[in-house]
């Protein structure tokens, strides 16, 4: 006798009992990209409806996202002054302190992630302290990836994530955490950053492209996957409370390696490229508008308990503010 499997796809009843893996609003983070300077929402170029907003219009998007159902987000920040010591990410009146503060005065329940870098606040755009050969310097750049972290935490952020690649990032951050009475503060590593080609709409968000050379020296190659175990074995080490994969729809494998090889929770990042890629295929009648769920989908299928992408709201919207499954 041979299986007949589609005795269980006969009918749309059977094949929801039959469905092993959901999306749910719940497990999506929508990131929110923050501009200096006031009554500012404009269109990101590169991202078709995502917007920078200024710290005065966040309360639209905040209500937007929790009128559909969507309550966790991660903050990125485009400051007006930037220089070699990124002082405006660990500034108290820095472009992101001010965010979360407005976000925590008309949303205490929203969920905010702060990313924990410093390309965006850099006059040079690299992810750290340079030397004067323009090296990055790994354990010089710890201790500010560590002031940015608290000073998020005593803005009211709930959670950190540190992307910049530095290796002892996660202790130097939980270090300074616990020392400054935020043991309650999880982080989020970005465990496995691969350099990718896939990050650029985002760049061009932030505006935190190197001014010279790439960020191969300090984020993953694209041709490895057993160094992203040794990456996230560092972090979970270190005292990681969820690890990310970034990107996701190329990283697949990733994803799926380190939901077999650790017990933590994993994030996957679908980043601007990705969206790009789906948005602009769906824009031109190439595939149907379905394509981005299968996508996510995909990460879910993978591995991942939660992903960051810029699909959120719409899917939010979409969904009408209930879980889909």
């Known amino acids: 006798m041979f299986y007949r499997g589609r ?6 009843t059977s094949r929801a009992l039959m469905r092993e893996h959901h999306l749910r609003l719940d497990q999506l983070i929508y990131p ?3 501009v200096s300077g006031e009554n500012i929402k404009e269109e990101i170029s590169s991202l078709e ?3 920078r ?3 005065d ?3 639209e998007i905040v209500e937007e996202m929790q009128s559909n159902g969507l309550n966790s987000c991660i903050l990125f920040g485009i400051p007006e002054h930037k220089d070699v010591l990124a002082s405006d990410a660990y500034d108290d009146q ?5 965010a979360v503060r407005q976000i925590k005065r008309i949303a205490p329940d929203m969920f905010v992630i702060g990313d924990v870098c410093m390309c965006e606040y850099t006059d040079h755009g690299h992810c ?3 030397n004067e050969a323009g090296q990055v310097l790994n354990d010089e750049t710890l201790a ?3 002031k940015i972290s608290v000073s998020y935490a005593k803005n009211g952020m709930d959670m950190v994530a540190p992307s910049a690649m530095m290796d002892g990032q996660i202790l130097a951050i939980r270090n300074a955490l616990d020392e400054h009475g935020f043991k309650h503060i999880p982080i989020m590593g970005y465990s496995a950053k691969y350099a990718s080609n896939y990050y650029g709409p985002f760049r061009e968000a932030a505006n935190s492209a190197p001014s010279f050379g790439n960020r191969a020296g300090y984020q993953m190659d694209v041709a490895n996957s057993k160094e992203a175990m040794r990456e996230i074995a560092a972090d979970i080490e270190e005292g990681a409370d969820i690890i990310m994969v970034k990107p996701a729809l190329a990283f697949l494998d990733v994803v799926k390696e380190a939901q077999l090889t650790y017990d933590m929770p994993i994030c996957a990042y679908n980043v601007s490229g990705e969206y790009a890629m789906l948005k602009s295929a769906v824009k031109l009648g190439l595939m149907k508008e379905d394509v981005i769920e299968e996508s996510l989908l995909a990460i879910k299928r993978a591995g991942a308990d939660m992903i960051i992408t810029y699909f959120a709201l719409e899917l939010a919207k979409k969904w009408k503010g209930e879980p889909h499954v």
């Not at 005795?7 to 749309?12: D, F, Q």
């Not at 820095?94 to 001010?98: A, R």
Request: no cysteine; charged share 15%.
């Open 7 to 12: 005795r269980l796809r006969e009918n749309k």
């Open 32 to 34: 929110i990209f923050v």
């Open 49 to 51: 409806g995502v917007y």
């Open 53 to 55: 907003y200024s710290v």
């Open 57 to 59: 219009r966040l309360p």
């Open 94 to 98: 820095g472009i992101i302190q001010q």
């Open 128 to 130: 750290g302290i340079l």
């Open 144 to 146: 500010y990836l560590a």
